[in-house]
């Protein structure tokens, strides 16, 4: 990997982590208020598989939505703005934190029910199969507690029958909510779940971006030759709670021991370590994105909010609308 290409990989973590540092700092402030599901720990995963598609390829998301949007190309001042439930949002103000798509980056569907982005992607990446010339590939990301979700197994089966070029990217932080993962799952990984659908499994350090990157290349690859699905197993932390306000059943120590391996803070120690960054270029990095990230909030704040007539726009197509109005407008005789 060209040192290009590990900087552009550094920016995309750093990116992420300072957008999230200033939702914690908003929430402190009153601003914004307790929530929201922070990707922090989860980074290098988001940006080595990122790193790994192309701009036409697809995603579908889970709760920890906004770092995904940014990773994608996201526009900083739309996601914050669609934050603070304004109209210039990237989706007008009206799906928040959680609910958010975006077709212009290939963000196709982001949902706060588990695992539902699943089905989502297969049924996109089997479109894009039959319908599709250029090979494209749909990563679906999801956390470790989802693979015990029965629309898992169902989508991973369909898509290893019809060898769907669709990457299942598990972010494994061996946490679902608060509960061990050994207490609701029996297998030791979750990679070797895919065994069981003829699905090639990998398991990777996902605190590790270069490593994830490298297992992402390979798992696109093989799908864009029709090679089928993977399932990346990614084992990380999660360095925050499951969401901001949810009380944290580890204890301080453990959070304490999970913050050594924060990916940020390890991939700029391995950069600074092979003389490949040095801190002049980290505090460049943080001063560029923090005032990107502040830019985002004053035009948040100085945005409108949506119109009440707005509320209902977007549910149906043109059609169903005029239908809905017709039946509005009838009456018995």
Same mark, same amino acid.
């Given at each position: 990997?060209?040192?290009?290409?590990?900087?552009?990989?550094?920016?995309?973590?750093?990116?992420?982590?300072?957008?999230?540092?200033?939702?914690?700092?908003?929430?402190?402030?009153?601003?914004?208020?307790?929530?929201?599901?922070?990707?922090?720990? &989860?980074?290098?995963?988001?940006?080595?598989?990122?790193?790994?598609?192309?701009?036409?390829?697809?995603?579908? =998301?889970? &709760?920890?939505?906004?770092?995904?949007?940014?990773?994608?190309?996201?526009?900083?001042?739309?996601?914050?703005?669609?934050?603070f439930g304004k109209e210039t949002g990237v989706c007008q103000g009206m799906a928040g934190e959680m609910l958010i798509a975006d077709k212009s980056i290939g963000f196709l569907f982001s949902s706060v029910t588990v695992a539902a982005g699943i089905p989502v992607a297969v049924g996109a990446a089997l *479109?894009?199969?039959?319908?599709?010339?250029?090979?494209?590939?749909?990563?679906?990301?999801?956390?470790?507690?989802?693979?015990?979700?029965?629309?898992?197994?169902?989508?991973?089966?369909?898509? %290893?029958?019809?060898?769907?070029?669709?990457?299942?990217?598990?972010?494994?932080?061996?946490?679902?909510?608060?509960?061990?993962?050994?207490?609701?799952?029996?297998?030791?990984?979750?990679?070797?779940?895919?065994?069981?659908?003829?699905?090639?499994?990998?398991?990777?350090?996902?605190?590790?971006? /270069?490593?994830?990157?490298?297992?992402?290349?390979?798992?696109?690859?093989?799908?864009?030759?029709?090679?089928?699905?993977?399932?990346?197993? *990614?084992?990380?932390?999660?360095?925050?709670?499951?969401? /901001?306000?949810?009380?944290?059943?580890?204890?301080?120590?453990?959070?304490?021991?999970?913050?050594?391996?924060?990916?940020?803070?390890?991939?700029?120690?391995?950069?600074?370590?092979?003389?490949?960054?040095?801190?002049?270029?980290?505090?460049?990095?943080?001063?560029?994105?923090?005032? /990107?990230?502040?830019?985002?909030?004053?035009?948040?704040? *100085? =945005?409108?909010?949506?119109?009440?007539?707005?509320?209902?726009?977007?549910?149906?197509?043109?059609?169903?609308?005029?239908?809905? %109005?017709? *039946?509005?407008?009838?009456?018995?005789?």
């Amino acid at each position: 990997m060209r040192d290009k290409e590990k900087i552009e990989l550094l920016r995309d973590m750093m990116r992420i982590r300072i957008f999230e540092e200033k939702i914690l700092e908003l929430i402190q402030q009153k601003e914004l208020e307790l929530g929201f599901h922070l990707l922090m720990g &989860h980074e290098g995963i988001m940006a080595g598989v990122s790193g790994a598609l192309r701009n036409d390829d697809y995603i579908t =998301s889970n &709760h920890r939505t906004m770092g995904r949007y940014l990773s994608r190309g996201g526009d900083t001042k739309k996601i914050m703005a669609e934050i603070f439930g304004k109209e210039t949002g990237v989706c007008q103000g009206m799906a928040g934190e959680m609910l958010i798509a975006d077709k212009s980056i290939g963000f196709l569907f982001s949902s706060v029910t588990v695992a539902a982005g699943i089905p989502v992607a297969v049924g996109a990446a089997l *479109a894009l199969q039959r319908l599709s010339k250029n090979n494209q590939v749909v990563a679906c990301f999801f956390g470790d507690g989802a693979t015990c979700n029965g629309i898992f197994h169902e989508a991973m089966n369909v898509a %290893a029958v019809n060898k769907a070029p669709v990457l299942f990217v598990c972010e494994n932080n061996g946490l679902s909510i608060n509960i061990r993962q050994s207490e609701w799952m029996s297998t030791l990984t979750v990679a070797e779940r895919a065994s069981a659908y003829g699905v090639k499994g990998e398991r990777v350090d996902g605190t590790d971006v /270069e490593a994830v990157n490298g297992v992402a290349r390979l798992a696109v690859e093989r799908a864009r030759q029709g090679g089928g699905p993977t399932l990346i197993d *990614a084992t990380t932390v999660r360095l925050r709670p499951h969401k /901001e306000g949810l009380a944290d059943n580890r204890s301080a120590d453990e959070i304490k021991e999970d913050w050594k391996k924060d990916p940020v803070g390890l991939y700029i120690k391995k950069l600074e370590d092979s003389k490949q960054i040095d801190q002049n270029l980290v505090k460049k990095l943080r001063s560029e994105l923090m005032a /990107e990230v502040n830019e985002a909030v004053d035009y948040a704040k *100085a =945005s409108s909010f949506p119109k009440e007539s707005k509320l209902m726009d977007n549910l149906y197509s043109e059609q169903m609308s005029d239908a809905f %109005a017709r *039946a509005a407008n009838f009456r018995f005789r």
